[in-house]
């Protein structure tokens, strides 16, 4: 089974602050995603990846950066959280080839910006 | 702008009927299909993906797609009070691995 965690489910955190969600995957895909899901907007792509230190930016990528230094691990940063970043975040990676455009979530991380 | 369409709902059937769910979107060269079921509160899980034109069954699932009229569909059938949730569609539009989901559809089972 593919497996997909994020660092945290829950994350209460200040204004201002630098916010680092980690996510790490198993199965030695090549690609992650991270998007955020509101009520009445549905899940929107921040940011992805294809390989190692690549990066692409999805329909939302303000305020957000990410890191990929390793091909299990995907970072999503929040340089300086707002309180519009409050949201549930998921990260989901997929992998090259047949069938390869499934994607598998991780469990998500509930983060709250006061 | 792609898109893809899902009516809101909530659709809400009796136990034991055929639930159906619809989906369309905007680009005709689009690849892959997919339905993923969220629980409230949790994340997208996989229910099946679909690639040809015609009919995919998978246990009590089974996933229709028409590329000429651009919609996919998802029946389940004898549905149980458990398959209450919101169900996504998701289009890859053929720009690498990157998928657009729809808004869902919320699914309510009725004993």
């Known amino acids: 089974d593919v497996k997909v965690t994020q660092s945290s489910r829950y994350l209460v955190k200040r204004t201002g602050e630098k916010v680092f969600l980690e996510c790490v995957q198993d199965?030695?895909?090549?690609?992650m995603f991270w998007y955020r899901q509101d009520p009445g907007l549905g899940l929107r792509l921040i940011y992805f990846?294809?390989?190692?230190?690549?990066?692409e930016k999805g329909d939302i990528p303000e305020g957000y950066s990410v890191s990929r230094e390793k091909k299990e691990r995907f970072s999503l940063i929040l340089e300086s959280a707002s309180t519009n970043q409050t949201s549930m975040y998921l990260c989901?990676?997929?992998?090259?080839?047949?069938?390869?455009?499934?994607?598998?979530f991780g469990p998500g991380t509930r983060l709250l910006v006061l | 702008q792609k898109e893809v369409e899902q009516n809101s709902g909530p659709l809400s059937v009796p136990e034991g009927a055929i639930a159906s769910l619809n989906c369309t979107y905007s680009?005709?060269?689009?690849?892959?299909f997919f339905w993923y079921r969220q629980y409230s509160g949790k994340s997208p899980e996989l229910i099946m993906f679909?690639?040809?034109?015609g009919d995919k069954e998978d246990g009590r699932f089974t996933a229709q797609l028409n590329k000429a009229s651009q919609y996919v569909s998802l029946l389940i059938r004898d549905s149980q009070p458990s398959d209450s949730a919101t169900y996504l569609c998701?289009?890859?539009?053929?720009?690498?691995?990157?998928?657009?989901f729809g808004k869902g559809t919320s699914l309510l089972v009725t004993p």
């Open positions: 989901a990676s997929s992998f090259y080839g047949q069938g390869g455009e499934t994607q598998y």
């Open positions: 679909i690639y040809s034109n």
């Open positions: 998701a289009v890859n539009f053929n720009s690498g691995y990157a998928l657009n």
């Open positions: 990846s294809y390989d190692v230190k690549m990066k």
């Open positions: 680009d005709r060269g689009s690849q892959s």
């Open positions: 199965m030695d895909h090549e690609n």
